[in-house]
């Protein structure tokens, strides 16, 4: 049996989303949270390249977006993001 689209695009989104918050996590234990942050438009650009419009692409932005509001690294997005992956 094949799970519903929705579920499946919900299993990328947290899968990215997941996986994204080690990379930032371990990203910031080596750089600053404005280095770190400046890779954002990179990074976003990158997972578009790779999975289009897709939930994977989104699972991408929306953690990097999580963790620097406005370009800003916010301790607390970092926390909640963790918790939520």
């Known amino acids: 049996m094949t799970p ?3 579920s499946v695009r919900l299993i990328g989104h947290q899968r990215r989303f997941a ?5 930032i996590d371990t990203e910031l ?3 600053l949270g404005a280095a770190v942050a400046a890779r ?3 990074v976003v650009a ?3 390249a790779a999975y289009g419009p897709s939930e994977d692409f989104r ?3 929306d953690a990097w977006d999580a963790v620097f509001p406005d370009g800003v690294y916010s301790a607390a ?6 918790r939520l992956a």
């Open 4 to 6: 519903p689209d929705s």
């Open 19 to 23: 996986e994204s918050i080690e990379q």
């Open 29 to 31: 234990e080596f750089a």
């Open 40 to 42: 954002r438009d990179e």
């Open 46 to 48: 990158a997972a578009r």
């Open 59 to 61: 699972g991408v932005r």
């Open 77 to 82: 997005g970092l926390a909640e993001a963790k």
